[in-house]
Nanobody
C-alpha cells in the first residue's frame, strides 16, 4: 500500500511564500515523475508543475518564475516552493506521483489548502 502525505499549506498574505511537501511511503520500488496539481473552488483540477526522476522540471505558465518544484529521492519527497503568492493561487494543492510497486500507477495525496488573502 502506497500513501502520499502532503503538508505545508495555510493562510498567507499576497506576496508571501509557502513551501509544500509531499512524502511517499509504502512498498515502493521506484518513483518516476512527481507532480503538483491544484483545484480552486468551482474550477477543474489544474496541473501546476512536474519534476522527473532525473530532476527535469516543467511549470504551467501562470507560476513560472514564482514556483519551484524539487525532490529529494532519498526521502521520497517532492516540494513546491511558492513565492510571490497571489490571491488567484488560492486552491487545494495535490501531489501526484508515478510509482512502481508490483505494478506502475499514479497515486494522489489527500490535498492541502493554500489560501492567499489579506
Amino acid at each position: 500500500q502506497v500513501q502520499l502525505v502532503e503538508s505545508g499549506g495555510g493562510l498567507v498574505q499576497p506576496g508571501g511564500s509557502l513551501r509544500l511537501s509531499c512524502t511517499a511511503s509504502g512498498s515502493i520500488l521506484s518513483i518516476n515523475s512527481m507532480r503538483w496539481y491544484r483545484q480552486a473552488p468551482g474550477k477543474e483540477r489544474e496541473w501546476v508543475a512536474t519534476v522527473s526522476s532525473g530532476g527535469n522540471t516543467n511549470y504551467v505558465n501562470s507560476v513560472k518564475g514564482r514556483f519551484t518544484i524539487s525532490r529529494d529521492n532519498a526521502k521520497s519527497t517532492v516540494y513546491l516552493q511558492m513565492n510571490s503568492l497571489k490571491p488567484e493561487d488560492t486552491a487545494v494543492y495535490y501531489c501526484n506521483a508515478l510509482i512502481t510497486t508490483d505494478t506502475m500507477r499514479n497515486y494522489w495525496g489527500q490535498g492541502t489548502q493554500v489560501t492567499v488573502s489579506s
